[in-house]
T-cell receptor, first 110, second 112 residues
Framework: QKEVEQNSGPLSVPEGAIASLNCTYS??????FFWYRQYSGKSPELIMF????GDKEDGRFTAQLNKASQYVSLLIRDSQPSDSATYLC??????????FGAGTRLFVKA | DGGITQSPKYLFRKEGQNVTLSCEQN?????MYWYRQDPGQGLRLIYY???????QKGDIAEGYSVSREKKESFPLTVTSAQKNPTAFYLC???????????FGPGTRLTVT
């Protein structure tokens, strides 16, 4: 069974620090990788996607992909209290099937 | 503004009743999806549709039905056969060129 694994957290970081969120996946053939942010009681919001090995930066967010290790991560620089949310890792395993991890709860302390 | 709408936001039903959740998008996306989210679990795919008049079962389709008569609309019916229907239901859409899915605000269904 294809799986996406995330540490459930909570991950607690002080304001201004770098938050590092990690995700591993089981299907070596996966091609597309996504990070969603979900505030409590709300729906997921797409914040990053990455298709190639390496880093992709967008503002304070950097997604990192290592297909050989089947590992994808999200770094949030200069973390703010408003970044406190659950972050979902999602992996497209082919066609229209995307597997979502259960999410990591991030808490940024002011 | 382009986006996805779901209605209602909250829905309460008695056990044994069928209920239909609405999902509409004006993003001109061909693909639409229904997911269910339970506390502490990842999103689980119920049904998806790549094109009008076509849809496929996801991982947990039992007890659910869908239709796709228009590109913009993908309603989900939760039938009385669904054993544990209380959950947060999320509709999403994407293009068929990329699989970046954009979500509606969700419907929180409570069945008692």
């Amino acid at each position: 069974q294809k799986e996406v694994e995330q540490n459930s957290g909570p991950l607690s970081v002080p304001e201004g620090a770098i938050a590092s969120l990690n995700c591993t996946y089981s299907d070596r053939g996966s091609q597309s990788f996504f990070w969603y942010r979900q505030y409590s009681g709300k729906s997921p919001e797409l914040i990053m996607f990455i298709y190639s090995n390496g880093d992709k930066e967008d503002g304070r967010f950097t997604a990192q992909l290592n297909k050989a290790s089947q590992y994808v991560s999200l770094l949030i620089r200069d973390s703010q209290p408003s970044d406190s949310a659950t972050y979902l890792c999602a992996v497209n395993t082919g066609g229209f099937k995307t597997i979502f991890g259960a999410g990591t709860r991030l808490f940024v302390k002011a | 503004d382009g986006g996805i709408t779901q209605s209602p936001k909250y829905l309460f039903r008695k056990e044994g009743q069928n209920v239909t959740l609405s999902c509409e998008q004006n993003l001109n996306h061909d693909a639409m999806y229904w997911y269910r989210q339970d506390p502490g679990q990842g999103l689980r795919l119920i049904y998806y549709s790549q094109i009008v008049n076509d849809f496929q079962k996801g991982d947990i389709a039992e007890g659910y039905s869908v239709s796709r008569e228009k590109k913009e609309s993908f309603p989900l019916t939760v039938t009385s056969a669904q054993k544990n229907p209380t959950a947060f239901y999320l509709c999403a859409s994407s293009t068929v060129e990329s699989y970046e899915q954009y979500f509606g605000p969700g419907t929180r269904l409570t069945v008692t």
